[in-house]
């Protein structure tokens, strides 16, 4: 089993939908939690962090994390074609040394 | 601020040829990393720093080496270049604490 868990996709939804990215990790002792967008030949940026059950907005997207179910999604509101693009899930590990584990990503494509 | 800095962008090196990819940030971030990301295989973590003088290997450390001997610096070496390391590298910083991570733009190296 995968540490981080992502379907590749690609996700494709219509402008102005509402875009819904899965996230499972396999760590119980997992605390924080990232979601990044990527676009194409360009560097992960970080766009969503969550450490406790429940939810967080910020504008348009949504994290939400489900720790008894190992689960983290995050939801894109009124969703842009701008808004195509790669989005990773991280997990940090376990240790005080920070590290980061990646899911895949998920391919997201918001047709006009 | 300029953040995390990669160079070169692209290089092109020939099987058995050796070079360092250069990282500086200037958050003075404790912890570094290097991560490559190949298509479709998410980003491995290959090595991490917790602070000058201290590194320690991620998940695919074979055929690299690094040293960290400030806090802004943090050069991966590749010695002995085989087209297995063809990839994207990508270097990270973060400060102390379950935060997220700052990428440098990454540099896209083949080996032929």
């Known amino acids: 089993q995968k540490e981080v868990e992502q379907n590749s996709g690609p996700l494709s939804v219509p402008e102005g939908a509402i875009a819904s990215l899965n996230c499972t990790y396999s760590d119980r002792v997992s605390q924080s939690f990232f979601w990044y967008r990527q676009y194409s030949g360009k560097s992960p940026e970080l766009i969503m962090s969550i450490y406790s059950n429940g939810d967080k907005e910020d504008g348009r997207f949504t994290a939400q994390l489900n720790k008894a179910s190992q689960y983290v999604s995050l939801l894109i509101r009124d969703s842009q074609p701008s808004d195509s693009a790669t989005y990773l899930c991280?997990?940090?590990?376990?240790?005080?040394?920070?590290?980061?584990?990646f899911g895949t990503g998920t391919l997201l494509a918001v047709q006009p | 601020n300029a953040g995390v800095t990669q160079t070169p962008k692209f290089r092109i090196l020939k099987i058995g040829q050796s070079m360092t990819l250069q990282c500086t940030q200037d958050?003075?971030?404790?912890?570094m990393y290097w991560y490559r990301q190949d298509p479709g295989m998410g980003l491995k973590l290959i090595y991490y720093s917790v602070g000058a003088g201290i590194t320690d290997k991620g998940e695919v450390p074979n055929g690299y080496n690094v040293s960290r001997s400030t806090t802004e610096d943090f050069p991966l070496r590749l010695e002995l270049a085989a087209p297995s390391q063809t990839s994207v590298y990508f270097c990270?910083?973060?400060?102390?604490?379950?935060?997220?991570?700052?990428f440098g733009s990454g540099t896209r190296l083949t080996v032929v």
């Open positions: 958050m003075n971030h404790n912890y």
């Open positions: 991280a997990v940090i590990g376990g240790g005080a040394t920070n590290k980061l584990i």
């Open positions: 990270a910083s973060s400060p102390q604490g379950a935060k997220g991570y700052t």
